[in-house]
């Protein structure tokens, strides 16, 4: 589980460093459709709708993980799927064979299907060394001493990335 955290971390790193001194000002960010620079990344959180803004971080740090980072003005929604070389289905649970889990975050809490009771998956229908399209789902219990209180549920997650 910790070759996975730092995925996330090198995922957040990135997205961080991805960010300019451009002002969110000219769009309106309420909207929960696709505002995605690189494709599309939708899902829904806890029943309303949620989309990403900017450019969707995908990186394979090597030929068989993918982590994708994507953030909006409500949560940071982040995938980590290991054993991944091509169109497949990952269970999002951490268990010591995969590593993989889903994760999500807001100035709320933060919940990762890692935790204890978290499930998910991710299906992969195409990957490419450019292209990455699938969808996700996942509960995340709460991540202890983040201000989490409760489960948070993705469902219908969608992408179709470039890369």
């Known amino acids: 589980m910790h070759r996975a955290w730092g995925y996330v971390t090198l995922a957040l790193s ?3 460093s991805g960010c300019g001194g451009s002002s969110s000002t000219d769009i309106n960010t309420n909207l929960p459709g696709n505002l995605v620079t690189n494709g599309t990344f939708t899902a829904t959180v806890n029943g309303t709708a949620w989309g990403a803004l900017g450019q969707v ?7 068989t993980s993918l982590t994708i980072a994507a953030a909006s003005t409500t949560y940071v929604v982040n995938l980590v799927a290991l054993n991944v070389t091509g169109p497949t289905t ?8 995969n590593g ?3 994760s999500i975050s807001s100035t709320a809490g933060g919940w990762n299907s ?3 009771g978290g499930t998910g ?8 060394s450019n292209h990455v399209v699938g969808t996700f789902a996942f509960d995340g219990p709460p991540t ?3 201000g989490a209180t409760s489960t948070i549920h993705v469902t219908n997650g969608k992408f179709d990335l470039t890369f």
């Open 114 to 116: 890692g935790n204890t």
């Open 100 to 102: 993989s889990f889903g």
């Open 14 to 16: 990135l997205a961080a």
């Open 121 to 128: 998956s991710i299906v992969i229908t195409t990957l490419t």
């Open 57 to 63: 971080i995908v990186r394979r740090p090597t030929n």
């Open 144 to 146: 202890a001493g983040t």
């Open 90 to 97: 990952v269970t999002l649970n951490s268990a010591p064979t």
